[in-house]
C-alpha cells in the first residue's frame, strides 16, 4: 500500500482483463504538503483554494504526458472578477509551482456576498486554458476553453470535450487540515477518461458511464481524507467493474527561480538600463512570482555577480 503522507500521483485503470484494452483510465494525486509549500499565508482563502484546484489539474494532466516538458494551466479572469490571473506550472517530472494575481478590494466585495465564491464569480468569467511546452526549438499548443462552473473541474473537463474531444470527469479537493503545529493547506484530485473508441465501443461507454456515477458520490472530504489511503477510495468505488493500480509518481512543490539566470538576464541590459532598475539605495531587487523570493543584486557591482 502507498505511504498516505506522500505527495504522489496513482495511475489506474478500470475495467477490462490484462490481456484486454481498459475502457477507463485514470489518475489520483494527493498533496498533502505540497500545497502548503506553494500557498503558505500568501493568498485569501478564497484565492488559494483556486489556486490549489489549479495546481491539481496541473499535476493530475502534466504526469500523463509522454515527453519531458511542462504543461502550464492558465486562467485568466475578467472586469467583472477579483481574480485576474491563475498559473500552474508543472513539470512532466512532477515539479508543480503556482501564481495568482488579485484585487483586494475587488475580493472584498465578492466576499460580503458570498463567503465561499468559485472559479465563474471570483474570475469573472474568462478562459481557461492549458499550453503544452516540449521544450527548446519546439512549438507550443495550447487550448482553450471558456470558464463555466464554480470549480476548475468544470471548466477542465469542457476543455478536454472542446479540445481533445475525450470524455472527461474530474473531481478537485482544496482545504485546511488542522494538526498540533497549525492549519495546513491541503489537496486531492481524482480523474478518469474513456479510452478512444474501439470495437467494444458499447461495453466502453458502459464501464465509463458507471465509473462516472460512482465517481459522483465522492466527496471533498474522501479526496484529501489522511487517513483513507488513495488505494482503499479506488477500490471503494471502482472494485465491481475490476480496478488496477499501473503506477505512483511523486510530486514535488518547487520554483525553477534561479539568483544566477536572473543575474545573467540582467547583464543583458547595459548600465544605464540597470541603473534605472535600481532603488535610491543602489540595488535592484526582484521578488518571484511563485516562490516569493526576493533576489537582490548591488547595481555596482553586477559583473561580479
Request: with cysteine.
Amino acid at each position: 500500500m502507498q505511504d498516505i503522507m506522500k505527495n504522489q500521483l496513482t495511475v489506474f485503470t478500470v475495467g477490462g482483463t490484462d490481456d484486454t484494452l481498459a475502457p477507463v483510465r485514470g489518475r489520483a494525486v494527493r498533496l498533502p504538503s505540497a500545497l502548503q509549500t506553494a500557498l503558505a499565508d500568501r493568498y485569501p482563502e478564497p484565492v488559494a483554494r483556486l489556486l490549489g484546484e489549479a495546481m491539481i489539474v496541473g499535476a493530475l494532466v502534466a504526469r500523463s504526458l509522454k515527453f519531458d516538458g511542462r504543461l502550464v494551466v492558465q486562467c485568466h479572469g475578467t472586469n467583472e472578477g477579483a481574480v485576474s490571473l491563475l498559473m500552474a506550472d508543472c513539470t512532466t517530472d512532477g515539479h508543480i509551482r503556482g501564481y495568482a494575481r488579485y484585487d483586494e478590494k475587488a475580493l472584498k466585495s465578492v466576499t460580503l456576498d458570498n463567503r465561499s465564491p468559485g472559479a465563474n464569480t471570483l474570475l469573472g468569467g474568462g478562459t481557461f486554458s492549458m499550453t503544452i511546452d516540449q521544450g527548446p526549438d519546439t512549438d507550443l499548443y495550447q487550448g482553450l476553453a471558456a470558464i463555466e462552473g464554480q470549480r476548475l473541474s468544470d471548466c477542465a473537463e469542457h476543455f478536454f470535450e472542446q479540445s481533445d474531444q475525450i470524455p472527461t470527469m474530474m473531481r478537485l479537493a482544496v482545504g485546511q487540515d488542522v494538526g498540533p503545529g497549525g492549519s495546513q493547506w491541503t489537496g486531492g484530485g481524482l480523474m478518469i477518461q474513456r479510452v478512444a473508441e474501439d470495437a467494444a465501443r458499447g461495453e466502453t461507454d458502459s464501464v465509463f458511464d458507471t465509473a462516472k456515477a460512482l465517481m459522483a458520490t465522492v466527496d471533498d472530504a474522501e479526496l484529501i481524507d489522511p487517513d483513507l489511503p488513495t488505494d482503499s477510495l479506488l477500490y471503494r468505488l471502482f472494485n465491481e467493474d475490476g480496478v488496477r493500480v499501473l503506477d505512483r509518481l511523486d510530486v514535488h512543490a518547487e520554483c525553477r527561480c534561479s539568483r544566477d539566470r536572473l543575474a545573467n538576464t540582467l547583464k543583458s541590459f547595459d548600465a544605464a538600463a540597470r541603473a534605472d532598475m535600481a532603488d535610491d539605495d543602489g540595488m535592484i531587487r526582484a521578488r518571484c512570482e511563485f516562490c516569493d523570493v526576493e533576489y537582490v543584486f548591488p547595481v555596482g557591482g553586477m559583473e561580479q555577480a
